[in-house]
């Protein structure tokens, strides 16, 4: 049955490929789906050159239905970690869906798919192919598959959950990126963890081979999936 609606989803979504000469306008897009928490489908997408528009947000489930929101709700861990004002997130009422399964989530104007997800379905069955290590006193997880664009996760310690960690992306021996993990992660927001453990890396153009991520920290080096 599943499989019968994943495909149906797809052929729907066929009509609604990036409109031609917009790919390039999409590679300054960045967002991430957290998940389902209390009920509510949360999420959050800015646009970098104009990190203070607000993008529209369309919700689309298998059947054909939309729910157009607009991302400007106000999120301290995005402006934590420097993602634009913190006004850029989005958070949708699960039961305003008129049917389950997955639902297809992009922007408009310019359109970035930030990916398909099922709503009703448990957060840890999204985790499964995730690629988790544990050092020390703190745990990292990276999510599987890498996006098409960027790489994300969550790192979390073990001991004072609500510390935040401090990631940089490296190729080799270069620095690509530094951020600390403060992104909120629905699937962390148990016992002690508040959550705001997660990490977006924007992933370099072309080869990804040799991609590592590095906790400062501890020195510790994680080799990306492929």
Not at 19 to 47: C, E, Y
Not at 145 to 156: N, R
């Amino acid at each position: 049955m599943r499989q019968n609606t994943l495909r149906i989803l797809s052929r729907l979504f066929r009509v609604s490929e990036t409109p031609s000469g917009k790919a390039d306008a999409t590679k300054n897009v960045v967002g991430w789906i957290d998940g389902v928490n209390r009920g509510r489908l949360h999420g959050w997408v800015f646009h970098r050159p104009y990190p203070f528009r607000r993008l529209t947000v369309e919700i689309v489930t298998a059947a054909g239905s939309r729910l157009v929101v607009l991302a400007d709700r106000y999120r301290a861990d995005l402006q934590q970690s420097g993602l634009s004002d913190g006004y850029c997130g989005f958070s949708v009422p699960v039961q305003r869906f008129p049917e389950h399964g997955p639902v297809r989530i992009a922007t408009r104007a310019p359109y970035f798919e930030l990916g398909i997800v099922d709503p009703w379905q448990h957060p840890a069955a999204n985790t499964a192919k995730a690629a988790t290590f544990r050092y020390a006193s703190y745990s990292l997880q990276i999510d599987r598959p890498l996006g098409q664009t960027h790489v994300t996760g969550w790192a979390v310690a073990l001991t004072g959950t609500n510390r935040r960690r401090v990631l940089r992306l490296r190729s080799g021996s270069k620095v690509l990126a530094e951020q600390r993990a403060t992104l909120y992660r629905s699937e962390m927001a148990v016992g002690d963890c508040d959550g705001y453990h997660g990490f977006s890396f924007p992933l370099p153009i072309g080869s990804r081979r040799s991609l590592a991520l590095e906790d400062i920290e501890s020195g510790s080096v994680f080799a990306l999936p492929s």
